[in-house]
């Protein structure tokens, strides 16, 4: 082993070394304290009014993520099955394996949700997330990689906190859930490493099974990463790939075979079950890749940010956007650690190959399509998995590597990983496995330490989080929230919300259900499920009765209606086993009123709402 590469080796694992067990110390203390502020830091405007307020940028998302939680804890308070649920689509109900659905979270936080409501369980996730997967990058960095503690919190903070991470928390928590990636990637780079390859396979197929139940896509990317760094090592160091190939490919079978024994039924469910899909209709997400212009440009959520540039060049998700600094400065350091360190490396691999890859079907610059093909020109849209992937998010392993990086070279600032002997294990605070402690007599350059800070700062200090914006969102009326539906609605009915929830119109409405954990199904929702070829589908299929409510909404007036109208109204609310129809509060409540009346004939005020009782029109 070569004692100059060895201390640099990725996650340690790829060459044996003794590494010192957990042991917290005050650094570590300090680091996840500062990222947990941080976490209630970017989620504060939600706390200023946790009932009535939503993201900003993503209401429907976020409200849909609300419904989750619900749907969590009404699967653990009824005890039903909960990759499937017919409280939403009624009657067709939905796939929640299909879908996004955070069970691996949303049932364990069941008992939050019960007692204090999805809003405020919502917000602590979301923050604590985003703490959780700094504070697992801090301790990977800090036991595998590098000896700088403060470089780990830097990196840390980075891979929890990046740009793209904090973009997806508005509204989107499954994309900031990656505390079990670090530590994934970490298990892999350390299989066959010193003979303990049943333990090591039973850790990582346990940690692969749980994370299948948080997000499937980040799992997808990370293991694309980890293909990518086991070959990049691979080619660089033969003997010791020769030498641990055997250990570890026992190990990454056993791991492997245990998360599909722990997860078979599930994704059996997600494919074949009731209300599954195959791909989604036309490929929609492929289109989605990442403007080049995007990687130099601060992005909106940071201090620097600028929500004009966005507007220009923001037409997809913000999954890069690391402004001209930070690229300046990981440029640098791959430059000035190449050489010396295989982790640079094997970085550099990641960046140059996860950016291509992000660019998508045709090359974007500062918001204009060219006619220049990128690398998904050349992709089908139906190969498997592939399908539901979004180019763009493909840079989310460029911002992982960016932020290895950033440890490395504060690392190397700090003058660890130069000696030319092994060095016994220190004992001080800046400790680890990726380099000797900096000698009292260096002969490094006086100059290179606050330099290298200094460059890492002004790097990352442009990219400090803002809190998330948010928005207000009335509460559901009273004859929902106080049960005054309970006796219009029987079991085995529906209650039938006026606007029907969807994709794009039914926020408030697809709340009542999220916010009175269930009690009523609702026809319509906000989610995926087939059409009628099998292809995957934003929302429920539109029925004439929800189609002629829409387009009232957006018209702004009533059409002139017909006797086929109230036929179809008819078929539409005995298909979704209707036995009320409630109109609350609503920016188009008059026309919505006017139609429904049109439709049913006139509605009652009862509490707060416009009521029609149904059940004598559909039996």
């Keep these: ?198 333990r090591d396979g039973i850790v990582l197929g346990l940690l692969v099974a749980y ?38 490919l026992a190990a990454l079978g056993l791991g492997g075979g245990l998360a599909l024994l722990l997860t078979a039924y599930p994704i059996w469910f997600q494919f074949n079950g009731p209300q599954s899909y195959r791909g989604l209709q036309g490929g929609v997400f492929h289109n989605w890749g990442e403007d080049l212009v995007a990687f130099v440009t601060f992005a909106r959520d940071t201090v620097a940010g600028d929500e004009a540039v966005e507007k220009t060049i923001g037409l997809t998700e913000q999954n890069t956007w690391f402004g001209w600094p930070l690229v300046l400065v990981a440029l640098a350091a791959l430059a000035l650690l190449w050489r010396r360190s295989l982790a640079a490396r094997i970085c550099g691999v990641l960046v140059v190959l996860f950016t291509v890859a992000a660019i ?43 932020g290895v990086l950033l440890a490395l070279a504060w690392n190397a600032a700090a003058g660890y990983g130069g000696r030319t002997t092994p060095a016994p294990r220190p004992a001080a605070d800046d400790t680890d496995a990726a380099g000797a402690p900096p000698a009292a007599g260096s002969t490094r350059r006086r100059w290179v330490r606050p330099v290298g800070y200094a460059a890492v700062a002004l790097a990352v200090l442009p990219l400090f989080p803002r809190p998330l914006p948010a928005q207000h969102v009335d509460p559901p009326p009273r004859f929902i929230t106080a049960g005054g539906w309970r006796p219009y609605v029987p079991a085995g009915r529906t209650l039938v919300p006026v606007p029907i ?73 005995r298909f979704w086993k209707a036995s009320v129809v409630v109109l609350g509060d609503h920016p188009r409540e008059a026309v919505l009123r006017e139609l429904m009346t049109g439709l049913l004939g006139p509605a009652r005020r009862v509490d707060d709402v416009w009521l029609w009782d149904v059940r004598p029109l559909v039996g």
């Design 501 to 573: 929830p969807s994709n794009v119109h039914g926020l408030s409405t697809l709340r009542w259900s999220a916010l009175t954990g269930h009690e009523f199904p609702v026809p319509g929702g906000y989610f995926i499920g087939p059409n009628e070829k099998g292809e995957g589908v934003f929302g429920a299929p539109n029925r004439p009765t929800s189609t002629l409510i829409y387009t009232t909404m957006d018209a702004g007036r009533v059409p002139g209606l017909t006797a086929e109208n109230r036929r179809q109204v008819v078929e539409d609310l």
């Design 1 to 198: 082993m070569n004692p100059t590469s060895a201390p640099q080796a990725v996650a340690s694992a790829t060459d044996p070394a003794r590494r010192p067990r957990w042991r917290p110390r005050r650094a570590d203390v300090l680091a996840i304290g500062a990222y947990v502020l941080l976490g209630v830091f970017v989620c504060l405007n939600y706390w200023v009014d946790v009932q009535h307020r939503v993201s900003s940028h993503l209401p429907t998302d976020h409200s849909w993520f609300e419904w989750l939680f619900s749907h969590g804890a009404y699967s653990v308070r009824h005890l039903e099955n909960p990759l499937f649920t017919a409280r939403q689509n009624a009657p067709d109900g939905v796939n929640m394996m299909a879908n996004t659905s955070l069970l691996g979270m949303t049932i364990p936080l069941a008992p939050v949700t019960l007692l204090f409501g999805p809003q405020v369980t919502y917000a602590l996730y979301l923050g604590g997330a985003l703490a959780a997967t700094a504070a697992t990058s801090y301790w990977v960095l800090s036991r595998h990689l590098v000896r700088s503690r403060a470089g780990a919190f830097v990196g840390g903070a980075f891979l929890g906190f990046a740009p793209g991470i904090v973009h997806h928390a508005n509204g989107q928590p499954n994309f900031v859930s990656n505390f079990l990636l670090p530590l994934i990637v970490a298990r892999v780079l350390r299989l066959g490493q010193d003979g303990r390859w049943r």
């Design 211 to 248: 994370q299948i139940f948080i997000n499937e896509e980040m799992l997808l990317l990370a293991a694309l990463a980890c293909l990518v760094i086991v070959v990049a090592y691979a080619v660089q160091r033969p003997r010791a790939t020769r030498k641990r190939a055997g250990g570890f």
């Design 360 to 402: 998508g079907p045709k090359v974007r610059f500062d918001g204009v399509e060219t006619t220049v093909d990128g690398p998904w020109a050349y992709i089908p849209d139906d190969v498997p998995l592939v399908e539901m992937m979004m180019p763009t998010r493909l840079a989310l392993v460029t911002t992982a590597a960016v």
